[in-house]
């Protein structure tokens, strides 16, 4: 069974930067990708980046694209999200996630494994 353990999250003024890490335990680990996704408030929970886990592909949001990096570190089984430039629109929930197979890293429904999600405040 895979464990995904986010940390990083906090409170942050508008302009500002936060690294979010995602620490994968488990037996063995080798998925085809992982992903961050985020849920606001009322909303539902939506994809932010994700990168394949032997080829580093990644994958933006268009929205996000150029404010956040993803990036894995495959000997820790870690894959971080930086964060810049936050706006006060992108206080959520962060989750991280990890999928088996190679499907469209995008969806939701391509992931088995979640994260417990760190929550990211940007005050204006």
């Known amino acids: 069974q895979v464990q995904l353990v986010e940390s990083g999250g906090g409170l942050v003024q508008a302009g500002g930067s936060l690294r979010l890490s995602c620490e994968a335990s488990?037996?063995?680990?080798?998925?085809?990708?992982m992903g961050w996704f985020r849920q606001a408030p009322g909303k539902e929970r939506e994809f932010v980046a994700a990168?394949?886990?032997?080829?580093?592909?990644?994958f933006y949001a268009d929205s996000r694209k150029g404010r956040f990096t993803i990036s894995r570190d495959n000997a820790k089984n870690t894959v971080y999200l930086e964060m810049t430039s936050l706006k006060p629109e992108d206080t959520a929930v962060y989750y991280c996630?990890?999928?088996?197979?190679?499907?469209?890293?995008?969806?939701?429904?391509?992931?088995?494994?979640w994260g417990q999600g760190t929550q990211v405040t940007v005050s204006s």
């Open positions: 990168i394949t886990w032997s080829y580093g592909i990644t």
């Open positions: 996630a990890a999928a088996r197979a190679p499907l469209p890293l995008r969806s939701r429904d391509s992931y088995n494994y």
């Open positions: 488990g037996r063995t680990f080798s998925p085809y990708g």
